[in-house]
């Protein structure tokens, strides 16, 4: 189905609520989760910390006590959750997803997980009469705080369309990439980590016209201003030029490291060498070794200054 048509299709659903369940209420699905309660959704949900949903819940959302609660809330079931593991103990785990889920109702697994997690799910689902829709995102927790986000939707059409109003409150376009849910997390993951290598190149690139003694906001300008001037870029070169690592992440260095050693496997299983993630990976590896796992991934570029005998100081 073209996206045009798709959008044009279901206006008039994006009209009418949903009932959902929402499972994962960390700082995207919570993001995620709100954005679905001003679009007048019925959303109830589930996290295995409960404290982390009470906001939402004040907001206005239900509080499902159980994975199956959440599960037999609505026609359709989203997670937006940190890792396979997590994953596969919602879904494949006693009492998850698989069991739960009724029959003919979709799961849509909108975190990002490796193609051997999603076939996995895939088949399961199958095997108890049950969709999966694989749907990840792009974007930061501010474009999902905004709506803005890029969805990534991979399965069957008519499930897909089903989402429609939930897609429309959540992002800012919808990326359709064909029936088997694997090719959707195959894009995601390929899309990480050509941005993990985005990060570390520019990370190297803004040492270098520092040590050498360029104005860093000239030359912040100077690579946004023409070939890389998209979002990514502009906000990554951004914290980097400003040496922005130690604020609120927006995506941690060990969920990074997560996403490169899923493209790193991808690469393996089909024989592609993938040589930039190797040095992107190292250095994510050495940020979380110095204890700073929990920063922005643009801790790559203190990496890199560290290497290079550059100083930077941690703003208390």
């Known amino acids: 189905m073209d996206s045009e048509v798709f959008e044009k299709r279901n206006c008039k659903a994006r009209e009418e609520g949903v009932k959902v369940g929402f499972i994962g209420i960390g700082r995207m ?138 897609f429309a409150q959540m992002g800012r376009r919808t990326f359709l990439a064909g029936e088997n849910p ?21 990370g190297e690139a803004f040492i270098l016209a520092e040590k050498c003694g360029a104005d860093l906001d000239v030359f912040y300008d100077l690579v946004t201003d023409g070939l890389f001037s998209s979002p990514a870029y502009k906000i990554y070169g951004k914290m980097i030029a400003d040496k922005a690592y130690f604020g609120e992440p927006g995506f941690t260095a060990t969920t990074g490291l997560k996403d490169l050693n899923l493209a790193l496997a991808a690469g393996q299983e089909f024989a592609v060498p993938l040589p930039s993630g190797n040095v992107a990976r190292d250095h994510i590896l050495s940020a979380i070794a110095s204890g700073n796992g929990e920063l922005d991934w643009t801790v790559m570029a203190l990496e890199q200054a560290k290497a290079s005998g550059v100083a930077v100081k941690r703003e208390e």
């Open 29 to 166: 699905g919570a993001a995620m989760a709100a954005r679905l309660l001003e679009g007048g959704h019925d959303v109830s949900v589930f996290n295995r910390t409960p404290s982390k949903a009470d906001a939402i819940v004040q907001a206005g959302a239900r509080r499902a006590a159980s994975v199956a609660e959440a599960a037999t809330h609505g026609d359709l079931v989203i997670t937006m959750l940190e890792n396979d593991t997590a994953l596969e103990m919602v879904t494949l785990g006693d009492h998850g997803l698989a069991e739960s889920l009724p029959h003919g109702r979709t799961h849509v697994a909108m975190g990002t997980h490796s193609l051997a997690m999603i076939e996995a799910l895939s088949a399961a689902h199958t095997d108890k009469g049950q969709v999966l829709v694989s749907a990840p995102v792009l974007g930061r927790p501010p474009a999902a705080q905004a709506g803005q986000l890029g969805i990534i939707a991979a399965g069957p059409a008519d499930a897909i369309e089903a989402c429609s109003p939930l």
């Open 182 to 202: 694997v090719s959707g997390a195959a894009a995601k993951i390929a899309n990480n980590f050509l941005l993990a290598c985005a990060i570390e190149a520019m």
